[in-house]
């Protein structure tokens, strides 16, 4: 069961155009992470979010947790081919084990 | 190595052959986990081992999987009697603390699992 959910799940930009990524859910969560997969590797964090309304820049890249820390958004400023990816948030429940709970994922494609 | 790896990176089995999948985690990382992701899908969360103790293993589907840390390091997935619904990437990660999903966890390439 799929406690995230992300949209869109597919998008195709130019390069150069903006986009926005978005990752909802009814549960709270202790923190959320975004994450980038490639084909054939494993997902590589992007940035950790804590604190509800809390804004994380990644150079063109930019990332907002929601007030209530139940959903987060990643924003991309002029998309470039190389952020061709698979982008996945990822929230934690809290407690001490820290398993993560990952919503479907974007595929985004960007077009030279 | 510097970061995680499994082995092997792609393994094909008939229906009813059991299968091990291994996990070199970082050295001196505390924490491992094991996902399964399905195709088109994002990782869902199978196993957790602290050290060699085996914390929380609620999101293995079935007793056809198991899962062992014996000495802290090195873990091992085994699935038993495999079905075509356990075709998927096997992802392992790794993180240096204990708990809490604001460490980081470094994810190895996966295994890639075809049941035929």
């Known amino acids: 069961t799929q406690l995230l959910e992300q949209s869109p799940q597919f998008l195709s930009i130019q390069e150069g155009e903006n986009l926005t990524v978005y990752c909802n859910s009814s549960?709270?969560?202790?923190?959320l992470q975004w994450y980038r997969q490639e084909p054939g590797e494993g997902p590589v964090l992007l940035v950790t979010v804590v604190t509800g309304g809390e804004v994380k820049k990644l150079k063109r890249l930019t990332f907002q947790f929601g007030d209530a820390r139940k959903d987060s958004s990643l924003h991309i400023t002029a998309a470039q081919p190389g952020d061709t990816g698979l982008y996945l948030c990822a929230g934690a429940r809290g407690g001490s084990q820290g398993n993560l709970i990952f919503g479907k994922g974007t595929k985004l494609s960007v077009k030279p | 190595g510097a970061g995680v790896s499994q082995s092997p990176r792609y393994k094909v089995a008939k229906r009813g052959q059991d299968v091990a999948l291994r996990c070199d985690p970082i050295s001196g990382h505390v924490s491992l986990f094991w996902y399964q992701q399905a195709l088109g899908q994002g990782p869902e969360f199978l196993t957790y081992f602290q050290n060699e103790a085996q914390l929380d293993k609620s999101g293995l589907p079935s007793d056809r999987f198991f899962a062992e840390r014996p000495e802290g390091s090195v873990s091992t997935l085994k699935i038993q009697r495999t079905q075509q619904e356990d075709s998927a990437v096997y992802l392992c990660a790794s993180s240096f603390l204990a708990g809490g999903g604001r460490i980081e966890q470094f994810f190895g390439p996966g295994t890639r699992l075809t049941v035929l």
């Open positions: 549960s709270v969560f202790s923190s």
